[in-house]
T-cell receptor, first 114, second 111 residues
Framework: EPEVTQTPSHQVTQMGQEVILRCVPI?????FYWYRQILGQKVEFLVS????????KSEIFDDQFSVERPDGSNFTLKIRSTKLEDSAMYFC????????????FGPGTRLTVT | DQQVKQNSPSLSVQEGRISILNCDYT??????FLWYKKYPAEGPTFLIS?????DKNEDGRFTVFLNKSAKHLSLHIVPSQPGDSAVYFC??????????FGTGTRLTIIP
């Protein structure tokens, strides 16, 4: 069964460093998303991406964040200068179409900022 | 932001009995609802969904009920099995792609 994959599974970085989290969505899916879950809190939407551009972003997704689909298979989330409060599980998701259709989630990347 | 609420942080149910997980929402614009199951160190796994034009959707052991006037949905699992032990999240959207999640309910199935 097709699945969303994410690498790395765990990333430790120092405050102020740049990190890139990678995702390979399901191959025939056209809509891509990033969510995060801070320990003990709910899963929060960060950004959605379609047709090589951002279609929606939350207030969390500030100028420190960017997304890219550098080739036909990868979808990346970059945090330019990490802060302690960026420590969280980051989940990538994809869906075949937008709206009224389920999103499939990857296993997540645990980001720890020290 | 408490647009989607799951008021029971945990629930224990005997194996073979029915598990009922509840979710309330405040945004009347939500028109698509989903349930996800999550094991530790894994991503959410899609279980079942319902659009606002329906009041019930069934898939095997899982049934979701939607009460729009009460802004309430529930997930019924029958019969409950030990493998159902996980955290269950409800999520909602306004017909677009952004999902708003609840805080989750930890379901424990007692053998």
């Amino acid at each position: 069964e097709p699945e969303v994959t994410q690498t790395p599974s765990h990333q430790v970085t120092q405050m102020g460093q740049e990190v890139i989290l990678r995702c390979v969505p399901i191959s025939n899916h056209l809509y891509f998303y990033w969510y995060r879950q801070i320990l003990g809190q709910k899963v929060e939407f960060l950004v959605s991406f379609y047709n090589n551009e951002i279609s929606e972003k939350s207030e969390i997704f500030d100028d420190q964040f960017s997304v890219e689909r550098p080739d036909g298979s990868n979808f990346t989330l970059k945090i330019r200068s990490t802060k302690l409060e960026d420590s969280a599980m980051y989940f990538c998701a994809s869906s075949e179409i937008a709206g009224y259709y389920e999103q499939y989630f990857g296993p997540g990347t645990r980001l720890t900022v020290t | 932001d408490q647009q989607v609420k799951q008021n029971s942080p945990s629930l224990s149910v005997q194996e073979g009995r029915i598990s009922i997980l509840n979710c309330d929402y405040t945004n009347s614009m939500f028109d698509y609802f989903l349930w996800y199951k999550k094991y530790p160190a894994e991503g959410p796994t899609f279980l079942i969904s319902i659009s606002s034009i329906k009041d019930k959707n069934e898939d095997g052991r899982f049934t979701v009920f939607l009460n729009k006037s009460a802004k309430h949905l529930s997930l019924h699992i029958v019969p409950s099995q030990p493998g159902d032990s996980a955290v269950y999240f409800c999520a909602a959207s306004v017909g677009n792609e952004k999902l708003t999640f609840g805080t989750g309910t930890r379901l424990t199935i007692i053998p």
